[in-house]
T-cell receptor, first 112, second 110 residues
């Protein structure tokens, strides 16, 4: 079971780039890394997913080093609306469904 | 597409009462999950299903039962509610690596 470790909280200001790192030392060969965003009173929402190197989409980038023991979610030029909890998950839904855990996430607070 | 829907949105129970939470998805997903989220904490997996007619235990299954009689529905039951089950319950379904979550059910057990 791949456990993850993230900072409990982070503060930033509007327009800055935010990097949130997740440690997952016992990641398995077939595990993917997925990040979710959760606003208060809502269910989590998928942000980005990757296996190795770098992945970029319209909202974020995900950096994964060669040893895959950590990953970094990068949010460019954050705004107040990016204030949320961010979760890192490690697992492979097709081979170990139900065995990846959300952890407590990172609470990002963006200030004006 | 409605995505993932949950019924009811809010519920208050007395200790010892029973209830069923309904989750429905219209995306033809095989995998479905039930989570609970306590204040200030992450989501913990209660039960999950990898297909119609199958269920399995997650991280915190005690006090809950589930059924997946139809592919689109995943039911979570509390046979005898306890105050420790006061929480927000989220249902999700999975396409590949992406989980789609419902809006949640806020349950209070007095």
């Amino acid at each position: 079971l791949a456990k993850t470790t993230q900072p409990i909280s982070m503060d930033s200001y509007e327009g800055q780039e935010v990097n949130i790192t997740c440690s997952h030392n016992n990641i398995a060969t077939n595990d993917y890394i997925t990040w979710y965003q959760q606003f208060p009173s809502q269910g989590p929402r998928f942000i980005i997913q990757g296996y190795k190197t770098k992945v970029t989409n319209e909202v974020a980038s995900l950096f994964i080093p060669a040893d895959r023991k950590s990953s970094t979610l990068s949010l460019p030029r954050v705004s107040l609306s990016d204030t949320a909890v961010y979760y890192c998950l490690v697992g492979s839904p097709s081979t170990n469904a139900g065995k990846s855990t959300f952890g407590d996430g990172t609470t990002l607070t963006v200030k004006p | 597409n409605a995505g993932v829907t949950q019924t009811p949105k809010f519920r208050v129970l007395k200790t010892g009462q029973s209830m069923t939470l309904l989750c429905a998805q219209d995306m033809n997903h095989e995998y479905m999950y039930w989570y609970r989220q306590d204040p200030g904490m992450g989501l913990r997996l209660i039960h999950y299903s990898v297909g119609e007619g199958t269920t399995a235990k997650g991280e915190v299954p005690d006090g809950y039962n589930v059924s997946r009689l139809k592919k689109q529905n995943f039911l979570l039951g509390l046979e005898s509610a306890a105050p420790s089950q006061t929480s927000v319950y989220f249902c999700a379904s999975t396409r590949g690596y992406e989980q789609f979550f419902g809006p949640g059910t806020r349950l209070t057990v007095l």
